[in-house]
């Protein structure tokens, strides 16, 4: 995590009835890896709720701003909290017991994480430890489709002898704080940037898979067709009907290779340097170009 020190971050949490986790990892986070949490949101159920208004946020005895008060964060600086607690047929989940209660709190997930991902947004660090197993399986699927590079994974985990109830983070009348509580990176492979045109965020988890699924493997079929439209800059592969649209540059060598193979056959093996040594190859290239943009191509 050293690469966010004295850089502002975002937590995202799951959290089921054990809220210590989050406690635990803004403490490691703050205090190790001397990065300012600028905000915390977090997804639960009613049942989790209560334990968190109870342990956390309680007005006298709440651990969270206790926590802060140890970490010596000033009060104008402390993290906006900020919950969800997905809905099934306008009523809040109490618990995730069905296939459906767990399509909505999916679902829910993306829609927080979109949020949170845009491009003017501080790195994101979602925590893995909170809640069903099932909550972290959809956190590390979530961060496959919209994570960005800056944004991480982390697992909490705390020695043995401290792993019970009562336990929020190391205060000052503990020995050895900093080796109490150590946090894993999760890595994960970002597909976010990988997958154009951009997936519809907006569809039922279950479905936004699927179609990140499709579209992947549609990435990886041979090329049976390529169809141009010049005018437009845009190009459709095989039977998908959405098209690929690049700048001209690209979009000009694409072209010689189609028209190349289309007039010599198989031409995978021409290179640039292939066609920068070759005036017919060149002089093609540069009326390829100026069809496409009316310019002359400048080197």
Same mark, same amino acid.
């Given at each position: 995590m050293s690469a966010?020190?004295?850089?502002?971050?975002?937590i995202l949490a799951t959290i089921g009835t054990t809220p210590a986790v989050l406690t635990e990892a803004v403490y490691t986070l703050v205090k190790i890896d001397k990065v300012r949490v600028q905000a915390i949101h977090y997804i639960t159920t009613t049942e989790g709720q209560e334990k968190i208004n109870i342990q956390l946020l309680n007005p006298k005895t709440g651990k969270l701003k206790l926590l802060f008060?140890?970490?010596?964060i000033p009060f104008n /600086?402390?993290?906006?909290v900020e919950k969800y607690i997905p809905e099934l047929n306008g009523i809040p989940l109490a618990d995730i017991r069905n296939r459906r209660e767990d399509e909505v709190f999916a679902s829910t997930l993306i829609s927080v994480l979109k949020k949170l991902t845009t491009e003017d947004q501080p790195p994101v660090i979602g925590l893995l430890s909170g809640g069903r197993k099932t909550m972290s399986?959809?956190?590390?699927? #979530? %961060?496959?489709? +919209?994570?960005?590079?800056?944004?991480?994974?982390?697992? @909490?985990?705390v020695s043995p002898e401290y792993e019970k109830p009562g336990f929020y983070y190391p205060t000052n009348d503990y020995k050895n704080q900093d080796s109490i509580i150590d946090i894993v990176e999760s890595p994960y492979v970002?597909?976010? &940037? +990988?997958?154009?045109p951009p997936l519809n965020y907006d569809l039922p988890f279950n479905k936004l898979v699927k179609? #990140? #699924?499709?579209? +992947? #493997?549609?990435?990886?079929?041979? $090329?049976?067709?390529?169809? %141009?439209? @010049?005018?437009?800059?845009?190009v459709y592969i095989n039977d998908n009907p &959405?098209? =690929? /649209? =690049?700048?001209a540059r690209p979009y000009s060598i694409l072209l010689f290779f189609a028209f190349m193979n289309k007039k010599y056959g198989d031409i995978q093996n021409l290179s640039i340097v292939?066609?920068?040594?070759?005036?017919?190859? @060149?002089?093609? %290239? /540069?009326?390829?170009?100026? %069809? $496409?943009? &009316?310019k002359k191509y400048h080197y």
């Open positions: 966010y020190q004295k850089q502002s971050i975002t008060e140890d970490l010596d /600086e402390y993290p906006t399986a959809h956190m590390h699927s #979530a %961060f496959q489709l +919209l994570g960005r590079h800056q944004d991480k994974m982390i697992h @909490v985990l970002q597909l976010r &940037n +990988l997958i154009k179609s #990140a #699924a499709e579209r +992947l #493997a549609g990435s990886q079929s041979r $090329i049976q067709s390529l169809t %141009f439209i @010049v005018k437009k800059k845009r &959405n098209p =690929i /649209e =690049i700048t292939d066609i920068q040594q070759n005036d017919e190859y @060149v002089h093609i %290239f /540069e009326e390829i170009y100026k %069809f $496409i943009t &009316n």
